[in-house]
């Protein structure tokens, strides 16, 4: 089947070069000509295991186009799929600009009827105000009809969660447009759930809204295991045997970050706040959020007193591994606190320092290593699990620091591993390790 898909951000290029490898004839459109450009080779814009190869491939095979021209993207296209950006304004809510302008785009130049399919996460209604839009500005009678279909994507598996994701959900006020998407998403052989425009819309929010809850709840947990001499790794596991609850993102840290769930859930409350409903519940989410990702600070705080002069080795910079994504990481908040204190940030990260020194303060030196990060520092914060920040071990913390004190973020480090050297080791919602006095 012949589709269109405009924005060729993460999701939109995911998506994208993933309908075209289960057979359709895909065609990209983005305003920006150099990516365009860039796309037709098969470079892809953005770093996703697995993206390149599948994008070469169905470029050869001759059914993965890329253009910056609307009318030759849409001719023939009977499912066009809006997936640009929708960022969050000031007020907290999402930002509709690029999505509006897509539907009169797509009003002004398709030349026959077509399903409008909106991947982007945006409030409930917007589908409904798409179709609006389309069929306002439209200058012929074509029938066009709106679909929610978003998407569950994470950063890093983006790729494996399209072929083997646990549903796809299909919103639809009409029969017909449901059924095309149903044909388009079957080769996917993934079980599809069907529902209203507005509950599918709703899904999505609910979805990531409740995954941040769990993770705040976690980390709530895991500061009370802390004043209460319990071991929040224990806690969840024992958590997670129980179906209902299940073991998935109860891992306690810094917090979340990322491009979904700090926008996605404060976009919720704003939404509710619409209809006159007060979501508490996600308020707390949002706040012990914040909280959790400045505690790495607190604790070093309460350690020493004053960090003025402490030279830091930051381990780790982006929001999660395998990413050079910095929206939201924890490290941002991290770095501008520990510098108003008066230290010294070292930095490392394998991809994402490029990304961060846009975010972090300018004061900030960046390593190539893990081990250069921590000569000489006053102590550590692992703020990202990558392997290169795992594979450190306390030898080398305690031969390179000035002093191998160590706030993990992450719990990276097992506490009887810990407890066998001469180091102070302060993790998340367990047992501090003071071996060392
Ligand atoms: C998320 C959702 O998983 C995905 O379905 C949605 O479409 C987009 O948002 P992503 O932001 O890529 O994906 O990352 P994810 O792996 O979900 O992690 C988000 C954040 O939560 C990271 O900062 C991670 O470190 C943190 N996290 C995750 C925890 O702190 N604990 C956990 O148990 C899980």
Not at 244 to 273: E, M
Not at 289 to 307: D, H, I, P, W
Not at 310 to 323: D, E, I, S, W, Y
Not at 349 to 372: C, F, G, Q, R
Request: charged residues 25%; glycine residues 8%.
């Amino acid at each position: 089947m012949q589709i269109a898909v405009v924005g060729t951000g993460y999701v939109g290029l995911v998506t994208g070069v993933c309908l075209s490898e289960i057979g359709h004839d895909v065609t990209c459109v983005d305003i920006d000509e150099q990516k365009v450009e860039r796309m037709r080779q098969g470079l892809s814009p953005i770093y996703e295991p697995g993206l390149d190869e599948l994008m070469k491939a169905n470029i050869d095979r001759g059914r993965l186009h890329f253009t910056t021209n609307h009318k030759e993207a849409f001719a023939g296209a009977k499912a066009i799929y809006i997936a640009v950006g929708t960022p969050q304004r000031e007020d907290g809510q999402a930002d509709l600009r690029f999505v509006e302008q897509v539907a009169i785009d797509i009003a002004s130049n398709i030349e026959n009827d077509v399903v409008v399919v909106t991947k982007s996460t945006v409030p409930v209604g917007t589908n409904e105000r798409v179709q609006s839009i389309v069929r306002e500005h439209l200058k012929e009678d074509y029938k066009v009809h709106s679909v929610s279909n978003p998407e569950f994507l994470r950063e890093g598996s983006a790729v494996k969660d399209t072929f083997e994701g646990d549903r796809i959900v299909i919103g639809s006020n009409n029969e017909e447009a449901a059924a095309l998407l149903e044909e388009i998403n079957r080769p996917f052989g993934i079980e599809i759930f069907k529902t209203d425009i507005r509950s599918a819309e709703m899904i999505k929010y609910a979805s990531n809204a409740f995954l941040a809850t769990k993770i705040s709840f976690i980390n709530e947990i895991a500061n009370l295991c802390e004043k209460l001499e319990a071991d929040v790794e224990d806690v969840a596991a024992g958590m997670g045997l129980d179906d209902r609850i299940g073991s998935k993102f109860l891992k306690a840290g810094i917090g979340y970050g990322g491009s979904c769930f700090p926008k996605d859930t404060s976009a919720l409350v704003q939404i509710a706040s619409y209809v006159q409903h007060d979501f508490n519940l996600l308020k707390s989410v949002i706040q012990v959020n914040g909280e959790q990702q400045r505690m790495l600070v607190t604790k070093a705080k309460q350690r020493f007193g004053s960090l003025e002069g402490k030279r830091v080795a930051m381990l780790g910079l982006a929001f999660k591994p395998n990413t050079d994504d910095m929206r939201e990481a924890a490290s941002i908040t991290l770095a501008h606190e520990l510098v108003k204190e008066g230290a010294t940030v070292v930095a490392y990260d394998p991809i994402a320092a490029d990304n961060a020194k846009k975010l972090l303060p300018s004061e900030t030196l960046y390593v190539e290593s893990p081990d250069e990060a921590i000569a000489g520092a006053d102590f550590a914060m692992i703020v990202t699990e990558w392997d290169q920040v795992k594979a450190l071990t306390f030898h080398d913390y305690i031969e390179k620091m000035n002093e191998p004190i160590i706030f993990d973020g992450r719990n990276c480090y097992s506490l009887e591993q810990a407890a066998q050297h001469p180091v102070e080791y302060y993790s998340v919602g367990r047992k501090n390790i003071t071996s060392r006095n």
